[in-house]
């Protein structure tokens, strides 16, 4: 009953967001409609995806670092892709892909770094340590991108925040592509450690005595995790609360058994930010809110609702 | 004032005028902490008066051989202050506000002055004539920029956008002085529904009011680099390389070149 709900939510969200926007298209031209084919379906699904990466990265970071706080930007990623954009922008990098692709790599910048703070207590990897690494990375990124911003010449840099803050305005048929091709494997590498991660959530030494092999698992789920993430930040910039509430309200409903738990983060998420930015087009048009004004305006209330009836139950 | 526009998005603009009588002397060392109030002082015959200019002060020419106090936004109130000047001209935003507080108190006088708008021009060549002792100058120049607001509007014979930003596709307004351009050179925005300066739009809004014309402000001369992205070509005048390409220093901000930007822009319509 559950997962038929969510299934047609999600169907319901997809089938929202391509025939309803801003501009009137009529229902029997939706299917020969430029607006539709071109910048609708691919916004639509490029949503969905973002949004289905966003709750699996963090529902997986969350059991990783045994932290219901975490959320997939936490550690360093969104700081390291900002760094990389601005750094586009002032070294005036060519093409129409340069802002991405630099984005891209500074959150694997930053994910190499923390990663590497990580491991800095030996071989283990210690999720402490993660936390704390990643913001003081996030921390110092962002203080370096603001230095550039302040002191560079370049007036298009104050845009740089624009673009990272973005959303999914830059949705292109080349993007869907791009992440249909990309997620498919970090989600599945993190379904794969479905089970141990219910181990995990036990504590670190009686999942070893369970047969995890702990480590392992951890360093998957962090690279797995961290690299969803950048791709969706590539494509879509920082787009909070997805990552951060989504996998609450599919443990609240769905319990902690994560074989169930991350194909319903993917749904939820996806419906969500598929439904946050339906509306961000549409509530105000013709202008258009910022899709992480949205995603929090309607995760959060939910987040609430379901976090009250848990606890009196 | 459109380099300004992001920031203008972030920060609350206090929305008065402080401009007070003029007390004492005329100003003879003045500090212009924005290009349209130089252009201005320049026009007027109070160049020579200019000692101290901010990196985006460009027009005209003799305004460059002044030396920067840089980006002044905020401005840096030592550098402002090092120039010893005896009037510092400030746009009247929130971060100037305060600055203009700051530079009172170590005794220097101040005044802010509203230039979003082409009617801004007159008024501020008005109090800055006061100011400087130029006033038959600066009455002239406001009597041409008031004919210029006094001329019938053309009928639009034609439409365009204003993209200042592609991702998120950001537009210009009817509160904008680029939307006063548009009109007065004939052309209307498709965006002039929107109140606000500028807005954050989505690209569908863009394609289904088709704007002829997509214009942006460029000092390279070459159509933006999001001509070349997959999404922005559903958009008809992007698909045809339709770009109005305007200069940043004539175009993006309200002047006493004003005149001179709207006859350039009809031109580039007529083409």
New interface residues.
């Given amino acids: 009953m559950k997962w038929t709900l969510l299934i047609v939510l999600s169907v319901a969200a997809l089938i929202a967001s391509v025939m309803l926007g801003p501009a009137a298209v009529p229902l029997a031209d939706l299917l020969h409609s430029d607006i539709v084919w071109d910048l609708r379906m691919p916004r639509a699904l490029l949503a969905f995806l973002v949004g289905g990466s966003l709750g699996v990265a963090g529902a997986g970071l969350q059991a990783l670092v045994r932290n219901p706080l975490a959320d997939p930007f936490l550690l360093g990623l969104s700081g390291g892709a900002g760094l990389g954009a601005v750094l586009a922008i002032a070294l005036h990098l060519p093409g129409p892909w340069a802002l991405p692709l630099a984005a891209f790599a500074g959150a694997l910048a930053a994910l190499a770094l923390v990663y590497r703070l990580g491991l800095i207590g030996g071989a283990a990897l210690d999720p402490r340590i993660l936390l704390l690494g990643g913001v003081a990375v996030g921390a110092f990124a962002a203080a370096i991108t603001t230095a550039i911003v302040s002191l560079a010449d370049a007036a298009e840099l104050r845009n740089a925040f624009l673009w990272l803050w973005g959303g999914l305005s830059g949705a292109s048929w080349d993007a869907v592509l791009l992440i249909a091709v990309y997620a498919p494997i970090p989600l599945l590498v993190l379904l794969a450690a479905a089970r141990p991660l219910d181990l995990l959530a036990l504590g670190e030494e009686p999942a070893s005595y369970l047969g995890a092999d702990v480590e392992a698992v951890k360093r998957r789920v962090y690279l797995a995790a961290s690299l969803l993430t950048a791709a969706a930040v590539a494509v879509s910039g920082v787009i909070g609360f997805v990552g951060l509430v989504v996998p609450h309200i599919a443990r609240l409903t769905w319990g902690h058994r994560h074989r169930a738990l991350l194909p319903a983060a993917f749904l939820g998420g996806g419906a969500l930010l598929a439904i946050a930015d339906t509306l961000a087009r549409m509530v105000v048009a013709p202008r258009e809110l910022p899709v992480g004004v949205v995603t929090a305006l309607i995760g959060v209330p939910v987040f609430a609702f379901l976090l009250r009836r848990w606890t009196i139950a | 004032m459109l ?1 300004r526009l ?2 203008a998005l972030l920060v609350l603009f206090a929305c008065h005028t402080t401009a007070r009588p003029p007390d004492g002397p005329p100003a003879r060392r003045i500090v212009s902490l924005l290009p349209s109030f130089t252009e201005i002082l320049f026009a007027i015959g109070a160049g020579d008066r200019v000692v101290g200019r901010t ?1 985006w002060c460009d027009y005209p020419p003799a305004a460059v051989q002044v030396p920067s106090v840089g980006e002044a936004l905020p401005p840096n109130i030592e550098a402002v202050a090092a120039k010893k000047p005896d009037l510092v001209v400030l746009y009247n935003a929130g971060p100037n506000v305060t600055a203009a507080k700051q530079l009172e108190r170590i005794g220097i006088r101040t005044v802010l002055i509203d230039m979003n708008r082409l009617e801004d021009v007159a008024p501020a060549a008005r109090t800055l004539g006061r100011l400087t002792g130029f006033e038959p100058q600066a009455d002239s120049l406001a009597h041409a920029m008031d004919r210029i607001l006094d001329e019938p509007r053309p009928t639009p014979t034609t439409t365009l956008a204003f993209v200042v ?6 537009v210009i307004g009817r509160g904008s002085y680029l939307d006063e351009l548009a009109t007065h050179a004939g052309a209307s925005n498709v ?1 002039h ?2 109140s ?1 300066p500028s ?7 863009i ?3 088709d704007p002829a014309w997509i214009a942006v402000l460029s000092d390279s001369g070459t159509p933006p ?2 001509a ?4 922005w ?2 958009v008809r005048a992007v698909r045809e390389g339709h770009f109005l390409l305007l200069r940043g220093s004539l175009f993006g901000r309200p002047s006493p070149r004003s005149g001179e930007a709207i006859r350039q822009f009809r031109a580039l319509l007529a083409r």
């Fill in positions: 380099r992001p920031v990196q930003w592609d991702n998120p596709p950001i965006f529904d929107v606000a807005a954050q739009v989505s690209l569908e809004t394609v289904a009011r680099a999001f070349k992205r997959r999404e070509r559903a």
